[in-house]
């Protein structure tokens, strides 16, 4: 298992790099005419396989896409088909969520979005709110950032065992560049901030894709904490993906980034592995005979550890 998570670190962060390299190249300008169009939408399926937190992963996103001159829709939802990482404590990941967002489209300069979403995984719901937007720096690039604020108290996940989990979606923060050519490559890379008012765990993300036909993409995409805090879960992941899109929704690969790039955000669940302190067990009276007791009654008094007790 060691060895196979090895591997899957090695093709989280060798996606990195390449994005990183693509970043450095002299794109090319776009003609005026916007390049190859590519279906949008509104209906779009993604199915993904990798791995995540030193376990394999397999998994579905869907969302439906509603454009108009005002005000653009977005409904999201995601589900994992295995255990996405069996996490801090030994905690079983399977996972689901869904969303909405709204985004306001200046035509062929920026995009401002907010939305809301949760996963249920652990056992338990985290749900978060987020704003943001993207600017058209080119006819090639664009810079995205986003702001996540999560909500609800802090879940306290445990196992029949010595360990469990204390989880809570965390506050987060985005910022990156998004390259496109007109034959329809797209490059992301981002830097996140997970809690920056407390854990301030930093890491990276990205993403490399091509439509190989004009409803159908393929790429692949990772991310990874670069820093890590005691007792907090490091999280990497890294998948291969494929994803269909079709309706009657067309554009350029640019206003097709521009538009539907970045509403889609799930909470950023930061998970605490905590070791329960070890229990003890009193007897009183502490003088009792085994024979010829003249004791009416035994008291057994439990402390420590993680309650109910039960003893034999």
Known sequence: MKRRAVVMQGITFGAAALIFGLLALPWPVMAADGGRQIVSGPYSLTIRAGGENNSEAAGADGRVDYFSRILNVHLFGTYDFLNSGRGAGEIDNKRYGAGLALSHTYPGKANAFVGTSFVRELGENFGHAYIGGKFKLTD????????????????????????????????????????????????????????????????????????????LTVGVTGSSDLTKKTDVERNWRGFLFLTYAYGNQKGSPIDVALDKNSPVEYPRVVRRAVRTAGSTLAVSPTNVSAVGCSTDTVTFTASGGTPPYTWS
């Open 140 to 215: 090639y690039a664009l810079l995205s950032a986003t702001y996540g604020f999560g909500f609800g108290q802090v879940k306290e996940i445990r196992k029949l065992t010595s360990k469990f989990v204390a989880a809570e979606s965390a506050d987060w923060g985005k910022v990156g560049v998004v390259l496109v050519n007109r034959d329809g490559w797209k490059a992301n890379a981002y830097y996140y901030l997970t809690d920056p008012g407390d854990l301030k765990i930093s890491g990276v993300e990205g993403e490399l894709s091509y439509p190989v036909l004009d409803f």
